[in-house]
């Protein structure tokens, strides 16, 4: 066993009195040991420790073989501070490494800067860490083990670009749920993705951003990305910080808004045209104009030949001339005295 100060002991069993040849005594008293010596196994690794002792060993018995085995982890807290969902102590093995800590604590926030992670180790050493690159050159120095951690600093990126979207982001940090406007207008499309915040200092390509992000998924698509500031943009369009680039993911469905009955995404219907649609969300209301205007990707388009997944079809609200708001108005007025005066009968 492994005292509190990171060593070990060799006992064995208390030789006989009448005799002083240690190899060829046996005890007259079972269960009793001597302690012999102390052999420090901290920081070592169980291969480490095992070739030690059976040199050390050796000094004692004559031809043995051993093993060594770790029976239980030592168990320790971890303090994590910053950019993280859930800061305070965290409860951790010491085999465990970085990101094990980062997910079980909660993972980091969306602009949590996961290249510049700063440690401070039990010994008073203060390192950095870059998880972006155990992510994406496979460098496990910069996905330490926790053994000789205190606590764990995760800085906030002050100057990048928000992606959205159908990208892959990393396991430390929190899957969101975003709604994003259509440019259309009125509509709200809701769905699951990777947010996060990627610094840039001066600018950068949308390709370099987005490799930055973990890449895309397969379910992406690359000729509608789009930039808050500038519009549709592509992999070559250099972005400025504080911009929000929106990767949308592949869909299979066509979102039917505005001046129908029933507004909602409605399945590819492939073939079907835009009268088949608005019929499956119930029909125009009374102040439909009565001519949809269809999006794709955010673009409105003059005269669709057929609808896709993804299209957006807005049907916009009749502008009402103000002889005909006063008509409703009076029949609505009219409606309530007579109902009123019926009921007095």
């Known amino acids: 066993m492994v005292d509190l100060n990171g060593k070990i002991a060799l006992t064995l069993p208390l030789p006989d009195l009448s005799t ?28 480490q420790l095992k070739d030690s002792l059976q040199i050390w060993y050796s000094k004692y018995y004559k031809g043995t073989e051993f093993d060594v085995r770790l029976l239980k982890p030592r168990r320790f807290n971890i303090f994590l501070y910053g950019r993280i969902n859930n800061p305070g102590p965290v409860r951790s093995f010491s085999t465990a490494r970085l990101v094990d800590i980062l997910i079980s604590s909660g993972k980091c926030s969306y602009d949590a800067d996961i290249s510049r992670i700063k440690v401070f180790s039990v010994n008073g050493d203060v390192y950095n860490i870059n998880l972006r690159k155990f992510y994406m050159e496979g460098d496990y120095s910069q996905n330490p083990l ?6 764990v600093y995760i800085p906030l990126v002050k100057s990048g670009v928000v ?6 982001g990393y396991p430390v940090i929190s899957f969101a749920t975003r709604e994003v406007q259509a440019l259309s207008g009125n509509f709200i499309l809701t769905f699951d993705a990777n947010v996060l915040k990627i610094e840039v200092k001066d600018s950068l390509k949308v390709s370099e951003i987005i490799n930055l992000a973990g890449g895309l998924r397969s379910y992406s698509i690359v000729e509608d990305i789009y930039s808050a ?11 400025m910080p504080d911009d929000t680039l929106y990767i949308p993911p592949f869909t299979d469905k066509v979102f039917v808004a ?29 102040r439909a104009s009565r001519k949809p205007t269809v999006y794709r990707a955010n673009k409105k388009l003059k005269n669709p ?25 009076l029949q609505i007025a009219t409606t309530v005295v007579v109902t009123w005066l019926t009921l007095r009968k």
């Open 146 to 151: 926790v053994a000789t951690m205190h606590k």
């Open 305 to 329: 030949l057929e609808i896709k997944p993804g299209d957006i079809i807005y049907v916009k609200p009749v502008t009402l001339k103000w002889w005909q708001d006063y008509a409703q108005i």
């Open 163 to 168: 992606v959205v979207g159908a990208v892959k």
């Open 20 to 47: 002083t040849i240690l190899q060829s005594t046996q005890s007259s008293m079972p269960g009793i040991h001597s302690v012999l010596d102390f052999k420090k196994a901290a920081g070592l690794t169980i291969a």
């Open 229 to 239: 500031k500038k519009g549709k943009v592509t992999l070559d369009t250099y972005i």
């Open 258 to 286: 505005g001046e129908v009955k029933n507004p909602q995404p409605v399945p590819y219907l492939p073939g079907a045209g835009i009268s088949t649609y608005i019929s499956y969300c119930g029909g125009f209301t009374d």
